[in-house]
């Protein structure tokens, strides 16, 4: 009996540690991740900036490029490493999105949610995230990635001066 006792203690002991290295590895491969994102994300910016300075792109009446264009990048655009494999390479906000300065949806869910997300009327680009254990964790990542500081994946980032008070608006058209 003792010498079966050791060998399950050893076995334990083996494979906590190998649970453990696979954690470490696991980790090191998230952060590889996050920084090839940040580094993605810097220069898609940077070539937005260099395209708005140079004026040989058609611009927003704020300056911007109106649009992204991967052949900016000589047929090797920066990649998210967080998108899912076969998805569009980026989204430009509509209009009604211009004064947002994040995505309505930051999590590339599947296929069909492009990498990035671009804000011509800001010049803000942002990578999405993939989905995580946890909310939080998706969130942690998404503000390292895009050097921002939201509390929430789902809050909208709307400027105050536009929110529209509800119960004032209700009043208007109920009269």
């Not at 009604?96 to 949806?105: A, G």
């Amino acid at each position: 009996m003792g010498i079966l006792r050791m060998v399950m203690a050893l076995a334990m002991v083996v494979g906590g540690w190998r649970l453990y290295d696979w954690y470490q590895q696991q980790d090191k491969h998230q952060e590889t991740q996050i920084h090839a994102a940040q580094r993605a994300v810097d220069r898609v910016s940077q070539e937005v900036k260099y395209r708005a300075a140079m004026g040989k792109v058609e611009l927003t009446l704020r300056g911007w490029p109106m649009t992204l264009d991967p052949q900016w990048f000589k047929g090797n655009p920066p990649q998210n490493p967080f998108a899912a494999v076969g998805s569009a390479w980026a989204e430009v906000a509509p209009p009604e999105d211009c004064e947002l300065t994040d995505p309505p949806i930051r999590l590339a869910l599947d296929r069909s949610t492009p990498a990035f997300w671009y804000n011509p009327c800001k010049g803000i680009v942002r990578a999405r995230v993939s989905p995580t254990l946890s909310d939080e964790q998706a969130l942690e990542i998404y503000n390292r990635i895009n050097r921002t500081n939201l509390a929430s994946l789902f809050e909208q980032n709307v400027p105050e001066s536009l929110i529209v008070d509800e119960k004032a608006t209700a009043s208007v058209f109920a009269k």
